[in-house]
RNA sequence: GGCCCCGUAGCUCAGUUGGAUAGAGCAACUGACUUCUAAUCAGUAGGUCUCAGGUUCGAAUCCUGACGGGGUCACCA
């Protein structure tokens, strides 16, 4: 029986029975009792105070006794001010254990039938992945996992930015500078040589730019465009984009360049491909190296051109309206937002029109009952925009879909900006902690027994396990500061920590062997066996809790306190060499289920366990 | 300026469906390894929970208003 269940029943009947009152679901408040007082459970007492007339203690004390003498849970209790602590038989925490060991897949809810779809990662492919996307991809990850455990059919899916603009600036660059240089002739992992071009464009551009800025046309722009008292160097800044369009001879190439692919042109297309599938090398690489995959990926190049029946069919019922110059148009003042245009006056798509499309398509393909998008805080306008959109268009899914909106990570020197040069790059950041690890490990000993290639996959585990845990511990919605050295922390709240609460079970299942005594029913526990057994009971609510809330942090914060209270728990008592035989069989399992929770609530962070470190 | 997010110890963060004396980690100092892995444990020190009102038996948590920081308000994506 499920204990707390039992004890709220048991609490109502009571109450009914002593003060004739049916206490509601919402007054019936019970907590895992504080650390400094005696007991497993507390249930506050301060909501029938009003109700009942009579004093916390009196209430507190009265129902106290009753439940002593009338509960098969309650041992014992005892009151402070209307706090009443109850504590519970152990045997009801011994059967909990039993349920943890009995259950492989402990903590999993039942498949409610339900699908949920989450869109994550959704690189460009003019760069490589950085340590922005990493906190997308772990989040994104996580949460699959976290709603597969919930008992939801799950589908993940990114949506790969493979044309535009941007990729067309690195062939532009390839074109021009690379002499044809490829990933196997450079030794430069794909998506880098790309990301190469793009900056190498960038140069060229930026040079190509200030010459004209010291020319008559641009310092005519400056004095007919720039504002009252602007400074030179502002003005340029904010009229770069018009630059590029207007008069930067670049920037015609490289339109030419997205035309000439949006005719399809043969050679262009050629290109295109051929770079991109340099990219998708690279960024499988990086996905391999973060543990993360995919079930369906979307390119944008097969649905830039979606969205557009969804405007026409809006056009009919009256949701959009078109402008004089034909540009197509949303009103949303109705829901306190602005007026958004959704089809270009030469009749191209924005980016909001290819969301549509890609939100009916996917829909019409897979039915999701609930569909997710984890996309950076700056984005939080659009998604606003893009539900509202779907709703005015009657779209029966509309009200399931949601952006997970995180914060960007900054480092300590400030913004990470691409332009600058200022990215932390994935592929590098997860071989610098796996370094640290590796020497940090090496100066500690104790994987003298291990092969190379055993010793290389927990340098490995550890490395990643410090960055991942780093970057998700944080709540979500959190801008947050990246400070490398931190990163690779393997001491405290970290990675690593709750790692080897892992490892030092691990090591004390080896040195076991065989049963000892079994332990009856009716065993004594102590009271950190108790605590600890209250939170390992307490896992299956955390992953509900963490999906309502689409919240890793939640779960890792939760691993950390199991971790910790093992910690003490490891210090304080013998396991191995406990009094009587039947104490170590219990030890032994005791270790065992919280080896089993920490394994799988760190599985759904994307965090893998070591078995040594 | 409108809208959204954030503000808790020196630093990084938990705690926010209202519950006990607001918790961790890092950094500082002290102690514990011939004993199951010291990537550990224990202790000291560190707080007007940004501020001011309000609701409540009870507020870091809810409401109102300030203040500070960030984001966003493109025929960009």
């Not at 707390?4 to 609490?11: F, Q, T, W």
């Not at 700056?378 to 949601?402: M, P, S």
């Not at 065989?514 to 950190?528: F, I, M, P, Q, R």
């Not at 950390?560 to 304080?572: L, N, P």
Request: net charge negative; glycine share 8%; aromatic share 12%.
């Amino acid at each position: 029986m499920d204990i707390l269940s039992g004890l709220a029943a048991d609490i109502k009947n009571q109450v009914q029975h002593l003060f004739d009152y049916e206490i509601s679901q919402e007054h019936l408040i019970i907590n895992p009792t504080n650390k400094e007082f005696e007991g497993d459970y507390t249930f506050v007492v301060f909501p029938l105070v009003k109700q009942l007339k009579k004093s916390p203690q009196d209430i507190a004390d009265g129902l106290g006794k009753a439940l002593v003498a009338e509960s098969q849970l309650v041992t014992g209790y005892n009151v402070v001010k209307g706090f009443l602590n109850l504590s519970i038989d152990s045997k009801y925490f011994l059967s909990v254990l039993k349920g943890i060991l009995g259950d492989e897949n402990y903590g999993q809810h039942p498949d409610n039938g339900q699908t949920f779809m989450i869109e994550y990662s959704s690189p460009n492919t003019n760069k490589p992945l950085h340590l922005g996307h990493i906190r997308n991809i772990l989040l994104g990850w996580s949460v699959a996992k976290i709603a597969s455990a919930n008992g939801y059919k799950v589908i993940k899916t990114k949506v790969v930015n493979d044309r535009g603009i941007a990729i067309c600036k690195s062939m532009l660059a390839w074109k021009k500078f690379a002499d044809g240089e490829t990933p196997e002739s450079s030794g430069i992992k794909g998506d880098h040589l790309v990301g190469k071009y793009y900056v190498e464009f960038e140069k060229a551009f930026q040079s190509e730019y200030k010459s004209w800025q010291a020319s008559d046309d641009g310092a005519q722009a400056y004095k007919e465009n720039g504002k009252e008292g602007e400074l030179e160097e502002n003005f340029y800044k904010r009229y770069k984009n018009t630059y590029f369009n207007q008069f930067s001879a670049l920037g015609k190439e490289a339109r030419e360049m997205l035309i000439a692919w949006e005719d399809n042109q043969q050679e262009t297309r050629s290109l295109w491909e051929t770079m991109n599938g340099w990219v998708y090398d690279g960024f499988a690489t990086t996905y391999k190296a973060l543990g993360v995959e995919f079930d369906d990926i979307v390119y944008e190049s097969d649905t830039y051109l979606l969205g557009k029946d969804t405007i026409s069919d809006g056009l009919e019922t009256g949701v959009f309206y078109k402008k004089e110059d034909n540009s197509v148009w949303v009103d949303l003042e109705d829901v306190g937002m602005d007026h958004k245009i959704v089809l270009r006056s030469d009749g191209t798509s924005v980016y909001i029109t290819q969301d549509l499309g890609t939100a009916a398509v996917r829909y019409d393909k897979y039915k999701f009952d609930r569909q997710v998008y984890v996309v950076a805080d700056e984005q939080e306008y659009h998604f606003q925009v893009l539900f509202n959109i779907l709703k005015k268009l009657g779209a029966e899914y509309a009200d399931n879909l949601y952006h997970l909106s995180y914060g960007m990570v900054d480092l300590t020197t400030g913004k990470m900006k691409s332009r600058e040069g200022t990215v932390v790059d994935a592929d590098v950041l997860m071989e610098q902690v796996i370094e640290t690890a590796r020497d940090s490990a090496e100066e500690r000993g104790g994987l003298e027994g291990l092969q190379e290639s055993e010793k290389a996959d927990i340098y490995r585990k550890i490395g990643l396990a410090a960055l991942k845990y780093f970057l998700i511990k944080i709540n979500p919605r959190k801008r947050m500061v990246f400070d490398p050295k931190e990163s690779v922390d393997m001491q405290g709240t970290t990675g690593p920590y709750i790692q080897n609460a892992y490892v030092r079970i691990q090591s004390i299942l080896r040195k076991a062997n065989g049963e000892k005594g079994a332990y009856s029913d009716d065993t004594a526990l102590e009271n950190a066996e108790k605590d600890i057994l209250v939170m390992l009971l307490s896992y299956p609510d955390v992953i509900k809790e963490a999906f309502a809330k689409y919240d890793p942090s939640t779960v890792a914060n939760y691993m950390y306190s199991v971790a910790k209270s093992f910690h003490k728990y490891y210090h304080d008592y013998r396991i191995l060499s406990a009094e009587t035989d039947e104490t170590v069989s219990l030890r032994i399992d005791i270790c065992k289920a919280v080896a089993r929770v920490l394994e799988k609530g760190m599985d759904l962070l994307g965090i893998e366990m070591p078995s040594y470190m």
